[in-house]
């Protein structure tokens, strides 16, 4: 029997389906008495499964005003372009939707800024 590279067998698993790389899991499991920790078909999806499973757009809520409460107004005005009365009635509304459908980065930074001015932050 000829010996195969490990080249020749990367291209090899390259053309195969799915479904074929699960039976070979199997067969070599069975065939060797061990278990693999993540097989080759759950981890091709599992990556895609992991990045369709991060949100795209989440939701930034503030839960509670904390202790500064006109700090508080200050922020979610400078980060919503709401005027005075309008940020300040959001604030008293806690909890409430300060801004939705946004990138979880921009939700980070929104929440670090409420959060140093005293208030409570919830991120969906």
């Known amino acids: 029997m000829a010996k195969l590279t490990t080249a020749e067998i990367i291209e090899s698993l390259k053309e195969m389906s799915l479904l074929e790389l699960n039976d070979l899991i199997k067969t070599v499991e069975e065939e060797f008495g061990v278990t693999a920790a993540a097989p080759v078909a759950v981890a091709a999806g599992g990556a895609v499964e992991e990045e369709a499973a ?71």
């Open 54 to 124: 991060a949100p795209t757009e989440v939701t930034v809520t503030l839960k509670e005003v904390g202790g500064s409460k006109v700090g508080v107004i200050k922020v979610v005005k400078e980060i919503t372009g709401l005027g005075m009365m309008d940020a300040k009635k959001l604030v008293d509304g806690a909890p409430s939707t300060v801004k939705e459908n946004i990138k979880p980065e921009e939700a980070e930074e929104i929440k670090s800024q409420l959060e140093a001015a005293g208030a409570v932050v919830e991120v969906k």
